[in-house]
């Protein structure tokens, strides 16, 4: 597929500087019949290079990027697992049983701790990646994450839910929807993203030798498929022909804001 859309690509922009070619030659055959003075023809030919430079310049900006291997200097390495370690100790001291598995919101440590015991698409998202990389960094071994990962899944499942999406906040007490009951476009979009990250991740985890492929595999099912249940049409304004930021479960209506390019 990749040598198809370059070949594709390839005889794209060879007949894009033919065009060029043939139409720069009609435009000097112009001139010289017509005459034209020195500033103009200098400006003639610097229009002639950036048009004939245009499709190379084009397929480069559009090419992927050299990527570097960056490898960390030991003490730095350390220095990062230790930052990593101390966040993953929040998702794995803050959930349990009694917040149905899922990490509370925040925690505020002045003037004393408290846990706030609520919950949004974001926060549950970022959980999921998370657990992943907890795993990948061996602070979780793989049924530890496995575990972790189904009994999330299995508490999304029995959540309110609009049109496939969760809404904007959860009390983790009862999982009861906290007012007012809103659908967030930004929040759905990045909990589809970080469940197709996770379906991805799964996928991957599962062609190695020693996974439990077949439960991998169903975290990975159940995942794409609560993203693909998301009906992001919600969000949209036919009126003003953009997405809402949002949607009032309340009163059934879109919010008055947009995404739009101001």
Not at 74 to 82: E, F, H, S
């Amino acid at each position: 597929e990749n040598v198809r859309s370059r070949s594709a690509v390839g005889r794209r922009m060879g007949s894009s500087v033919l065009c060029a070619a043939l139409l720069l030659a009609a435009m000097w055959a112009r001139a010289v019949t017509v005459g034209i003075s020195p500033i103009g023809s200098g400006i003639l030919v610097m229009l002639s290079l950036v048009w004939l430079l245009a499709p190379e310049v084009a397929f480069r900006l559009s090419g992927e990027p050299p990527r570097p291997q960056r490898t960390l200097a030991p003490d730095d390495r350390l220095l990062a697992i230790r930052y990593a370690r101390e966040h993953w100790n929040y998702f794995e001291e803050s959930a349990s049983a009694a917040t149905h598995w899922l990490v509370p919101d925040n925690l505020q440590e002045t003037p004393e701790p408290v846990l706030a015991t609520r919950t949004s698409p974001t926060n549950i998202g970022l959980q999921l990646l998370a657990i992943m990389s907890a795993r990948d960094l061996g602070f979780l071994d793989d049924e530890g994450m496995t575990m972790r990962l189904e009994r999330i899944l299995d508490t999304m499942d029995g959540m309110t839910k609009v049109r496939g999406h969760l809404l904007n906040w959860y009390e983790l007490t009862d999982l009861r929807v906290l007012d007012p009951p809103y659908v967030s476009a930004v929040d759905s979009g990045n909990l589809a993203g970080h469940l197709l990250a996770l379906a991805e991740g799964c996928v991957e985890m599962a062609g190695s030798a020693d996974a439990d492929a077949d439960r991998l595999n169903d975290i990975a099912a159940r995942a794409r498929a609560m993203a693909m249940a998301m009906d992001f049409g919600l969000f949209y304004d036919s009126r003003r022909r953009l997405l809402s930021i949002g949607y009032d479960a309340r009163t059934g209506m879109l919010d008055e804001s947009s995404y739009d390019l101001l």
